[in-house]
DNA sequence: GAGTATACGACCATTATTGTCGGCGTTCAA
DNA sequence: TTGAACGCCGACAATAATGGTCGTATACTC
């Protein structure tokens, strides 16, 4: 429940892996998937969304690969998720352009919207570079968790 | 992607119309279902399993249904998601008992784990009071999150 | 040109969610 | 005391989402 795919799942392990080896020039799908034992053309795919979106270089032909188009640490989960998974909805109402069916009567969904800003919020103040440092991520997500328990007591 | 199911949300649905009409003794699960439209059998489900973790009261028999079986202010958006589509976890690996077949390569688990107890700690901070006073709930969500993104930036 | 890699779309398999059905126990009021 | 209105429960079918595969085209290196 409110997890998120595998392919998200993937996407983060890969550029995880690719933070964590930054002199390697670029990796392929191959060595990623191997590595993680997880299906090779999968991954691929994942992979060349990310290039899509711009958060990867890739590189066809032998010695190919993907590198990161940027470092490490400006790159959000939130942008890994929002670019594989698409946006991000906590309601179920699948698509903001068609409402779903139950959107004359829902009244949840405005509050839960709030909700779920809060959770990009979080999405997005951890990076690529957090997921290789446990500790600062730790920490961080600690001090968010906090902060939110103390401004609902104070409400 | 990251959204909660139907269930989720008719039962949200649910306890805040019974947040809303605390003058009636107790509602059945169809009149709550034909006010929203939704289907009455999958509602009733969804309150039965609410009664069973307690947090309503269930009158059986002619003019029985439901009821809140404490203040709206005290249950929390996450108690309501936990006990209708069970623990929460945004990592794919579906149960904490038996890991996910990619467990041991898995390095994403456990910064994820910290970012699954920030959304927890974000659907705990939401009680169904909130769903029903709109402003409230909006002001604490902005709190939250801007609580969270200074966190980000002073790291 | 051979080999290795990405790119992309179509496609099936598996799993999760959503919704339905039928039978049973309880309460209440006519 | 009888029946309608209701909750309770498990099984199951329908549907949707996800996970994963295949085939083919294209790009690059040697
Ligand atoms: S879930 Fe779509 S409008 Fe409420
Ligand atoms: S997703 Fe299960 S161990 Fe990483």
Known sequence: MLRLTKKA???LMALKYLAEHPEVVSVSAKDI???YRIPPQLLAKVLQRLTKVGLLRSH???NGGYALSKPAGTISAFEVIHAID???FITSCTKGSKGCDLEPSCTVKEPLA???ESIAGVLRSISIYDLVDHETAAQRAADASQLISLTSLTQ
Chains 1, 2 share one sequence.
């Open 9 to 11: 799942d993937y996407g």
């Open 114 to 116: 709030r909700v779920n």
């Open 60 to 62: 066809a032909g032998m």
């Open 33 to 35: 998937a191997d590595t």
């Open 86 to 88: 698409g946006p991000l």
